[in-house]
């Protein structure tokens, strides 16, 4: 709540929680309220159990729902995947500078979720007058395929072909830039 009132645009969770009204409240609000009526932008991590969505993830169709894949291509083993799934980004061998300044890898869907908010990020920057779903067509219709299994014409799934696995596929910044209209300038 605290995040949208104060001019966030684009949150992104990558943790889990079980059902809770208020944090329900909150991102009711954040969606219909935040960026003066034009919705924010939320990006929700998996989970990393091979199961279902985690929650709040599966709350509200209008969450952006990210799994992690490999560099392969593939589903990363442990990423939750289901009928809320929207997308995936890359989730395995994700290195990282520890504070020491070593290098290390590590994995899961909370490494893929930040990837599609910063895309989300990049296109209200070029575009700030799109609405929250805008933003959320934009990044669903300019995915890549990937992974093995086919996608389908799903009827509750309007920006193209989906599985529950990867959802619409891998986030696609490149292809969604392209696709953002440019803010009309005012003269």
């Not at 709350?59 to 490999?70: N, Q, S, T």
């Not at 920057?125 to 067509?137: A, F, I, Y």
Request: charged share 20%.
């Amino acid at each position: 709540d605290w995040a949208w009132r104060n001019g966030a645009d684009v949150i992104n969770c990558s943790w889990n929680c079980s059902r809770e009204p208020k944090l329900e409240e909150a991102i009711d609000s954040a969606l219909l309220r935040g960026r003066n009526g034009k919705g924010c932008i939320i990006v929700k991590s998996s989970g990393n159990s091979n199961g279902d969505i985690s929650y709040p993830g599966k709350y509200r169709p209008e969450i952006l729902v990210v799994g992690g894949i490999m560099s392969n291509g593939n589903r990363y083993n442990t990423s939750n995947h289901g009928q809320t799934l929207d997308l995936v980004a890359p989730g395995h061998n994700i290195r990282l500078v520890q504070d020491n300044d070593l290098l290390s890898f590590s994995q899961g869907t909370s490494y893929a979720a930040p990837h599609v908010a910063g895309v989300a990020a990049l296109i209200l920057e070029r575009n700030p007058d799109l609405t929250g779903q805008q933003v959320r067509d934009i990044i669903e219709q300019n995915t890549t395929k990937v992974g093995h299994l086919p996608y389908q014409t799903v009827s509750n799934r309007p920006n193209g072909t989906w599985n529950e696995e990867y959802g619409y596929g891998l986030i696609d910044a490149y292809k969604a830039l392209l696709a953002t209209p440019r803010k009309q300038e005012e003269y």
